[in-house]
């Protein structure tokens, strides 16, 4: 499903904390403003981590999800950059798809015998 989250942080160390978590699930398209594709178990995980963070009584994250037929309709005024959103391919947090597709490449071999 994909995600418009916006977050209102009053602390900087908080707020900077918020925005970095984000930054492994979606594209900030504005300061405090993220769109995220997540499947239900992203954005579980993603709201828990976010909750160890903010603070109920200061700080506020929203989760508005948008279907494909609405999000057809935003308006963008201004630069925007061209992009696909694919509801159907779930992004995994950036570091943990390094950390799987690491795991897989192949490590070079060092060779320590010269030809002479």
Not at 17 to 27: D, F, P, S, T
Not at 104 to 110: A, I
């Amino acid at each position: 499903m994909f995600y418009l989250v916006t977050y209102d942080i009053t602390l900087d160390r908080r707020r900077n904390k918020v925005a970095h978590i984000l930054e492994g699930y979606g594209m900030r398209v504005q300061k405090s403003v993220f769109e995220c594709v997540l499947n239900p178990d992203q954005r579980e995980m993603l709201q828990r981590k976010l909750s160890r963070y903010i603070k109920p009584d200061e700080d506020q994250v929203r989760f508005y999800p948008l279907s494909p037929r609405y999000r057809k309709k935003v308006l963008v005024m201004g630069l925007q950059p061209q992009r696909e959103v694919d509801d159907v391919a779930f992004i995994l947090p950036v570091r943990s798809f390094l950390r799987r597709f690491l795991r897989f490449w192949p490590q070079p071999s060092v060779n320590t015998h010269r030809e002479v």
